[in-house]
Structure formats: C-alpha cells, structure tokens
C-alpha cells in the first residue's frame, strides 16, 4: 500500500478529513473588516481552508488506491484552492 513518510496513504487521508472538519468547525472568530467584502470573498475565505483539506483528502485516498493520476490532480487542485486563498487573505489585509 502506497504511503507517506512510511505511513499508509488512508491514514493521512483521514487525518486531512478531521484538519477540514475541525476548520470547518473551529474557525477563527469574526474580526472587523477593514475593507467591506464580496459575498465571494467572504464564502472563499470562509471555506476555502477547509476546501484545500478536502482535496487533499480525496489525493491520499485515491493515491492509496493506486489512482497515481487522480492523486496528484487533486493535489495539483488542492495546491491552486491554497494559493488562492492566501492570495484573498493577504489582499484583505488592513490598508
């Protein structure tokens, strides 16, 4: 069975499930915007940690089944979903 860091690829798929749920969850408090936000921005900044954990869920999972190709799509995607929403925070910073 294929892995990570010597431990099954299943494992860290659940581990990524419990991290998006826990964000999903516990997300940090409301904090008074400095610049009012789109219904998008506001959604993606929202979700969108919990998004990037979910798709790197369902890579670890399918990589575990041996769907090579999958696995790193959903990687790929979960990369591209992370640096979007780093690129929303940052550019919701106080100006």
């Not at 860290?12 to 749920?21: A, D, K, P």
């Not at 890579?59 to 696995?71: C, L, S």
Request: aromatic content about 16%; glycine content about 12%; some cysteine.
């Amino acid at each position: 069975m294929a892995g990570f860091l010597g431990i099954p690829a299943p494992f860290w798929g659940f581990l990524c499930l419990i991290v998006s749920i826990l964000y999903a969850i516990f997300w940090p408090k409301k904090v008074v915007e400095a610049k009012p936000r789109t219904p998008e921005v506001r959604l993606y900044l929202r979700w969108g940690h919990s998004l990037v954990w979910i798709l790197l869920s369902i890579a670890f999972f399918a990589w575990g089944n041996g769907r090579i190709v999958m696995a790193g799509a959903m990687a790929i995607a979960g990369g591209l979903a992370y640096l979007a929403f780093i690129i929303l925070l940052i550019g919701q910073g106080k100006s």
